[in-house]
């Protein structure tokens, strides 16, 4: 099905990127272009077929754990489910199901954080990594802490101790990131580019997912592997490229509409100087530079024994699924710009 969906991700043809351009330069409303940031990235689009049943679940898991306290009606429009099948195009039904509640529990979670004070976070982190420590037999009446409970006990059931241990890391490395988010926030000040962008591969909890990859081909890379400077680079440019990403697509819906400050375009205007559509260009500039970073990193890779060889390239395929499927998920996704797929122009609402 979206095997031959990569080709039609090269979207920008050149009589509508020109009337774009006029009706921007003409002035009909607030807008920025979009950079090129397609065609840039080739590395192929498929998704899991298991995606409608897994998804469909996974919502309905969700719905069950939080109806009576929440409103969930944007998670069906958002697609997280997709983006997950999309990203991880291999993985089992079981493996599938647990990354896909991780997602959606994160989204759920990234929001109670950003609503409280670093001392709150705080509190919520111990709650949320305690009941991930021993999801089984930790009890708590914390909402956060019982859906962490839930697909928790599943992930540990489906990996070893040592890939676990691995992964509560980057997830506390995620909730510190959040954090430090909230903290630059009640300090009412904005953080340079190198802040920023330190900030951000923790708060965007993009490590965490890219780690899944293992998660999902069902091995494990020794610890000198996984943590080899090669690899960890290969790690940081696909982690960049997808939070940049996000970036560039959620600027209206969480810069304008919300006032989180937290993204790359309004960092740059406030720190450069930039216009909006400079801004734009820039963060641009920096999706691309990851592919090329990406490109220039898998050339020297080291080899290992062949099984580690193996599970290494799935490793990086995995990455390059991460880069695809996001870039497609995020044009497509009902969450951001959705019906602008199509189009360089993003007009902002006045």
Same mark, same amino acid.
């Given at each position: 099905?979206?095997?031959?969906?990569?080709?039609?991700?090269?979207?920008?043809?050149?009589?509508?990127?020109?009337?774009?351009?006029?009706?921007?330069?003409?002035?009909?409303?607030?807008?920025?272009?979009?950079?090129?940031?397609?065609?840039?990235?080739?590395?192929?689009?498929?998704?899991?077929?298991?995606?409608?049943?897994?998804?469909?679940?996974?919502?309905?898991?969700?719905?069950?754990?939080?109806?009576?306290?929440?409103?969930?009606?944007?998670?069906?429009?958002? #697609?997280?489910?997709?983006? $997950?099948?999309?990203?991880?195009? @291999?993985?089992?039904?079981?493996?599938?199901?647990?990354?896909?509640?991780?997602? @959606?529990?994160?989204?759920?979670?990234?929001? #109670?954080?950003?609503?409280?004070?670093?001392?709150? @976070?705080?509190?919520?982190?111990?709650?949320?990594?305690?009941?991930?420590?021993?999801?089984?037999?930790?009890?708590?009446?914390?909402?956060?802490?019982?859906?962490? #409970?839930?697909?928790?006990?599943?992930?540990?059931?489906?990996?070893?101790?040592?890939?676990?241990?691995?992964?509560?890391?980057?997830?506390?490395?995620?909730?510190?990131?959040?954090? @430090?988010?909230?903290?630059?926030?009640?300090?009412?000040?904005?953080?340079?580019?190198?802040?920023?962008?330190? $900030?951000?591969?923790?708060?965007?909890?993009?490590?965490?997912?890219?780690?899944?990859?293992?998660?999902?081909?069902?091995?494990?890379?020794? *610890?000198?592997?996984?943590?080899?400077?090669?690899?960890?680079?290969?790690?940081?440019?696909?982690?960049?490229?997808?939070?940049?990403?996000?970036?560039?697509?959620?600027?209206?819906?969480?810069?304008?509409?919300?006032?989180?400050?937290?993204?790359?375009?309004?960092?740059?205007?406030?720190?450069?100087?930039?216009?909006?559509?400079?801004?734009?260009?820039?963060?641009? #500039?920096?999706?691309?530079?990851?592919? *090329?970073?990406?490109?220039?990193?898998?050339?020297?890779?080291?080899?290992? *024994?062949?099984?580690?060889?193996?599970?290494?390239?799935?490793?990086?395929?995995?990455?390059?699924?991460?880069?695809?499927?996001?870039?497609?998920?995020?044009?497509?996704?009902?969450?951001?710009?959705?019906?602008?797929? *199509?189009?360089?122009?993003?007009?902002?609402?006045?």
């Amino acid at each position: 099905m979206l095997e031959n969906l990569a080709p039609s991700l090269h979207i920008f043809e050149s009589s509508r990127v020109f009337w774009n351009w006029l009706k921007y330069s003409l002035g009909f409303g607030p807008s920025f272009i979009i950079p090129d940031i397609i065609s840039h990235c080739t590395y192929p689009v498929h998704l899991n077929p298991h995606h409608e049943e897994q998804s469909q679940a996974s919502l309905q898991w969700l719905v069950a754990s939080l109806a009576k306290t929440e409103n969930l009606s944007q998670y069906p429009k958002a #697609k997280l489910g997709q983006l $997950i099948s999309l990203v991880h195009p @291999n993985a089992d039904a079981l493996r599938l199901r647990i990354c896909i509640d991780y997602m @959606n529990y994160v989204f759920w979670l990234d929001d #109670k954080l950003e609503d409280l004070d670093v001392e709150g @976070n705080r509190r919520l982190e111990e709650h949320c990594m305690a009941a991930m420590r021993d999801p089984v037999h930790y009890r708590t009446d914390v909402p956060e802490a019982i859906l962490t #409970k839930s697909w928790c006990s599943r992930l540990e059931q489906a990996s070893s101790t040592a890939f676990k241990d691995r992964f509560m890391q980057t997830f506390l490395e995620y909730l510190q990131g959040v954090r @430090n988010q909230v903290e630059v926030r009640a300090q009412d000040r904005i953080a340079d580019i190198e802040e920023y962008m330190a $900030i951000r591969l923790h708060s965007s909890g993009v490590i965490g997912s890219l780690t899944l990859a293992e998660f999902c081909g069902g091995y494990y890379l020794p *610890d000198h592997v996984y943590h080899h400077p090669i690899i960890r680079s290969l790690r940081l440019a696909a982690g960049e490229h997808v939070f940049l990403v996000n970036d560039l697509v959620s600027y209206e819906k969480e810069v304008l509409a919300r006032g989180d400050h937290h993204n790359l375009i309004s960092v740059a205007m406030k720190t450069k100087g930039f216009s909006l559509q400079e801004a734009v260009d820039f963060v641009g #500039k920096k999706i691309n530079d990851c592919i *090329d970073r990406f490109e220039r990193d898998r050339k020297m890779v080291p080899l290992w *024994d062949s099984e580690t060889d193996r599970n290494v390239a799935d490793l990086i395929a995995g990455y390059e699924y991460w880069m695809s499927g996001h870039l497609h998920w995020a044009f497509t996704s009902g969450r951001y710009l959705g019906a602008i797929k *199509d189009m360089r122009v993003v007009k902002l609402r006045q």
